[in-house]
């Protein structure tokens, strides 16, 4: 047999693997609902998923509607709508059993045996229970209860088609587990191979609290708002948060309250937000659940892969969302006030619903500029990730200048491709003096020329020491949108 090839050169198969997407700029939901489970974040790719879990009637299946329409015109799904419990009070534990939708009452009548599970803390073994004599979904809630003892309420959700069995406790001393395996805890659905949930007891939900939760299982989303009404506190509250967490979240909190279309009203619910405390990042909508679920979709809904597929909220349209404003008068008055609506417009024999105008507070002013920079600083992150993964060398030379700058240049040209940045935007000399001071060199030219610019800072004898990061710096120019004319119709006689 021959000497192998390989003793001279050896093929190592390998795959480079894309980054992919990211992120993805899916919304949001705090609930109050008690069909959430305490600490789940459950995800729905469709409203009728949302409607078969919430039921059709719920808040939460009308708001999903609007935010999986999105807009008009669009050409990308939102991918993904998740809730989470905000319980406003102490909440009980609760095992909700799979679904009995398919489950006759005959079939029901046959179950018999014992259920064990443990309740706040200690283990619950019933009483011999036997369907045999129920006369109705309910009523065999009512024998598996009275199986079980005074540990636990035990109803049916007519609704769901479920069992719920809740502890008698509320708070964080309220536990519950699944029910053991047994005949009578498979037939009932009880058992998490059936099917079930388990919420386990909460004290009031704080802010910061169900936030860090919330991203320890799921960080997939950039937009929330709220199913309930919020006071005036706890709008403060999730703004606050928001304002903390470097421009990565959008807090969309509704009112539908008359003092929103008051102009410069202190009563209005996001007055402090925005004129105490000039929180960063709120993204205010006059209207209800279904207005902030659609300003969300539109988010979600925004193609970064199309190309010239940025635009505003102002202007989209969408079927079955509900004017809010319908005068001129309430029209500034909201507008003054930092509210975004959906509003009426006629003149002549035209007349048409859209949004307007497209705000969010803080230092990136317009929603769309505002989900432009999650999303290039999301992918910019990634790519630069990926880059240190890769086991070559990345000297601290210009060989690895070049290297970081090439791995950003995917994701830039996408950006710009998409209209999140535009050449030939022209800078106040503010800007350009800002740009200069750091770059040590007038680097305005090439910025405007190309519509960004990276700039990458000295290597020095101690960075190479000590391994510590280079300064970087990606400027990059908004053309912003155009979301209005007037024009001067003259005759020339």
């Known amino acids: 047999m021959a000497i192998s090839l390989s003793k001279i050169a050896q093929m190592l198969p390998g795959v480079l693997k ?23 974040v459950p995800s729905f790719s469709s409203a ?4 078969a879990y919430f039921g059709s009637a719920s808040i939460e299946y009308t708001a999903a509607v609007l935010y ?30 799979g679904s009995h939708a398919a489950t006759t009452l005959a079939q029901l009548k046959l179950l018999s045996g014992t259920l064990t599970l443990t309740v706040d803390g200690t283990e619950e073994t019933s009483a011999a229970i036997n369907l045999s004599g129920a006369t109705s979904f309910d009523n065999a809630a009512e024998l598996i209860e009275t199986g079980i003892g005074s540990s636990v309420e035990v109803t049916w959700d007519s609704v ?20 053991d395996e047994g005949t009578l805890a498979t037939g009932l659905k009880l058992t998490e191979a059936t ?45 606050l948060w928001t304002n903390s967490q470097n421009h990565r979240f959008a807090y969309v909190p509704w009112d539908a309250s008359g003092t929103a279309i008051v102009a410069g009203s202190s009563n209005a619910l996001v007055y402090d937000i925005i004129n105490t405390y000039a929180y960063n990042d709120t993204c205010p ?27 505003s909220l102002n202007g989209r349209q969408v079927s079955g969302l509900l004017p809010m ?39 990136y002013a317009w929603l769309d500029a505002w989900a432009g920079q999650v999303w290039v600083n999301a992918q910019l992150q990634a790519a630069l990730v990926a880059l240190f993964q890769q086991a070559s060398n990345l000297p601290y030379a210009a060989a690895g200048k070049a290297r970081i700058e090439s791995c950003m240049k995917p994701t830039i040209e ?54 510590t990061k280079p300064t970087v710096y990606f400027w990059y120019t908004d053309g912003g949108i155009i979301q209005g004319i007037t024009v001067n119709s003259v005759e020339v006689q």
């Open 325 to 363: 404003i319908s005068n001129d008068t309430d029209y500034e008055a909201a507008k003054a006030n930092g509210y975004n609506f959906y509003g009426n417009y006629a003149s002549n024999a035209v007349e048409t619903n859209q949004w307007a105008p497209g705000s969010i507070t803080g230092d």
């Open 48 to 51: 009728d998923e949302v409607k």
């Open 285 to 311: 909508v006059y209207g209800y659940p279904n207005h902030a679920a659609n300003a969300m979709g539109f988010v979600a809904a925004l193609n970064f892969t199309q190309a010239n597929g940025r635009c």
């Open 414 to 467: 996408q950006f710009r491709a998409w209209g999140g940045m535009t050449a030939g935007t022209d800078l106040d000399q503010s800007q350009i003096d800002q740009i200069n001071a750091i770059a040590g060199v007038d680097v305005t030219d090439s910025l405007m020329a190309e519509g960004y610019y990276v700039y990458i800072g000295p290597f020095t004898a101690a960075m190479r020491a000590a391994r």
């Open 160 to 179: 769901l088609k479920k069992f719920i069995i809740t502890s008698a406790t509320t708070g964080v001393d309220s536990t519950i587990t699944f029910a």
């Open 68 to 97: 999986f329409a999105a807009f008009t015109g669009k050409t990308q799904m939102p991918g993904k709508l998740y809730f989470s419990r905000f319980n406003t009070a102490a909440v009980a534990a609760f095992l909700r059993s």
């Open 18 to 40: 894309a980054t992919g997407t990211a992120i993805d700029l899916n919304g949001l939901f705090l609930t109050d609902s008690a069909y959430a489970p305490v600490g789940a």
């Open 195 to 239: 099917g079930a949930v388990i919420s386990q007891g909460a004290a009031p939900a704080v802010v910061d609290d169900i936030f860090t939760a919330i991203l320890a299982k799921e960080q997939d989303w950039v937009t929330f708002s709220t199913t309930f009404a919020v006071t005036k506190d706890q709008a403060n509250a999730f703004a």
